[in-house]
């Protein structure tokens, strides 16, 4: 399969922990983020995004934290599974027309 | 993957040949997106469309041709002038968002191309 994790940051987390990725992204008037989870030989998958006039955003499983003082994002998962075994990326929007960029993205791997 | 097909998934390609990837989607979204991805990196834009008929150049797009003859389709041919095209490529769409709004990308499945 598609050797996306190779060389990236991991973490490597229990079952049933919780997993906090990070992320600092560039690019002060950025008004639009999104976490994207990619599992090996997929194409990424939506999991959840937050706008600049929001400090966090809640789904199922899922909060992201936006901390715009820092440029700093945050993909919390709450009682990793196996299952969130991935490579997570973070996007963000850096121009009116909705152009995103991507950071390297982070390797987890959680372990029973 | 939602409505997004790309085929083939894998792809060989001999050195000097121009291949085309498939993307197709059903979501009635007017933007649609390629990207190439390298291990280790992030997703990089080679091509966008916004509206049919209309097509504009991403960070990487020497070497990498599209057409946006239907909405529903975004092909992209990877030319022999691609220094170095063996990559997993990605297609993606989103609604364009016309206000200050911007929406959210949905992607494909991927193709790998090899070039032998």
């Known amino acids: 399969g598609e050797s996306v994790g190779l060389h990236l940051p991991t973490l490597s987390v229990q079952e049933g922990d919780n997993s906090i990725i990070n992320c600092a992204y560039s690019n002060s008037a950025s008004d639009y983020f999104i976490w994207y989870k990619q599992e090996s030989g997929k194409g990424p998958q939506f999991i959840i995004d937050i706008r600049s006039n929001m400090d966090k955003r809640q789904g199922q499983r899922v909060t992201v934290l936006l901390n715009k003082t820092v440029k700093h994002l945050s993909l919390q998962i709450a009682a990793t599974q196996p299952g969130d075994s991935a490579v997570y990326f973070c996007?963000?929007?850096?121009?009116?027309?909705?152009?995103?960029?991507f950071g390297a993205g982070t390797q987890v791997v959680v372990t029973p | 993957d939602g409505g997004i097909t790309q085929s083939p998934k894998y792809l060989f390609r001999k050195e000097g040949q121009n291949v085309t990837l498939s993307c197709e989607q059903n979501l009635n979204h007017d933007a649609m997106y390629w990207y190439r991805q390298d291990p280790g990196q992030g997703l990089r834009l080679i091509y966008y469309s916004q509206i049919v008929n209309d097509f504009q150049k991403g960070d990487i797009a020497e070497g990498y041709s599209v057409s946006r003859e239907k909405k529903e389709s975004f092909p992209l041919t990877v030319t022999s002038a691609q220094k170095n095209p063996t990559a997993f490529y990605l297609c993606?769409?989103?609604?364009?968002?016309?206000?200050?709004?911007?929406?959210?990308?949905?992607f494909g499945p991927g193709t790998r191309l090899t070039v032998l």
């Open positions: 993606a769409s989103s609604t364009w968002g016309r206000s200050s709004s911007t929406d959210t990308q949905y």
């Open positions: 996007a963000e929007n850096t121009d009116s027309w909705g152009k995103l960029q």
